[in-house]
């Protein structure tokens, strides 16, 4: 499976637009990036995901580089309620089931 | 509200205790997941159903046994757990098993405390 590497906490400020990074530069050709969030003692909640394209949605918007080897996740207006842990995954097929393994995410803390 | 209600939502159970995690998806999906999430520790995938089928076991001890008897319904047996196992146990669902394009839906949890 490839693996993500994202930084392990971030903050922004109320208002501005929240960018958060994801490396996962193994990414082969088959596997998707997924951005989930995880409000705290609640189960993870999707949030959007692309293969190669840039992807928007009523929540988030997802910039995938050209080589695919990293990603950003952009929250346009963040909002109290955006704190959470966020989790880049790749997902993957193989012979059993697809998998989505989850990493340590990045904690985005949003300041008033 | 994901369309994914698990119960109950906080446990306490002793160590010679036998109890039942219990999942309902009302999405119409065909797979169904259960995940435990230790504390400061990434979520652990532990099993995967596919139309009731098991079609993965990531290395969990026996004290742990999974039941599908539909679609939409996963349960999780516990007995003779231990301490470390106090965890969340999330339950997820999706359309399909096997496809990479596939969102999964989570439950709220439940807390498990080991004493």
């Known amino acids: 499976d490839a693996k993500t590497t994202q930084p392990p906490s971030m903050d922004c400020a109320e208002g501005r637009a929240a960018n958060l990074p994801c490396n996962h530069s193994t990414i082969s050709g088959n596997e998707y990036v997924y951005w989930y969030r995880q409000i705290h003692s609640q189960g993870p909640q999707y949030i959007i995901h692309g293969l190669k394209n840039n992807e928007t949605n009523e929540m988030a918007s997802l910039i995938i580089t050209e080589d695919r080897k990293s990603s950003t996740l952009i929250l346009p207006h963040a909002t109290l309620r955006d704190t959470a842990v966020y989790y880049c995954?790749?997902?993957?097929?193989?012979?059993?089931?697809?998998?989505?393994?989850f990493g340590s995410g990045t904690r985005l803390s949003i300041r008033p | 509200e994901t369309g994914v209600t698990q119960t109950p939502r906080h446990l306490v159970m002793g160590m010679t205790n036998k109890k039942s995690l219990k999942c309902e998806q009302h999405?119409?999906?065909?797979?169904m997941y259960w995940y435990k999430q230790s504390a400061k520790k990434p979520l652990e995938l532990m099993f995967v159903?596919?139309?009731?089928?098991?079609?993965e076991n990531n290395s969990v001890p026996s004290r742990f046994s999974p039941e599908c008897p539909n679609s939409s319904h996963l349960f999780l047996h516990l007995h003779t757990l231990q301490p470390e196992d106090s965890a969340l146990y999330l339950c997820?669902?999706?359309?399909?098993?096997?496809?990479?394009?596939?969102?999964?839906?989570f439950g709220s949890g439940t807390q498990l405390s080991v004493l």
């Open positions: 159903y596919s139309l009731e089928e098991r079609v």
């Open positions: 999405l119409g999906h065909n797979a």
């Open positions: 997820a669902s999706s359309q399909v098993a096997r496809a990479t394009n596939e969102k999964l839906f």
């Open positions: 995954i790749v997902r993957v097929v193989d012979s059993s089931a697809s998998k989505i393994i």
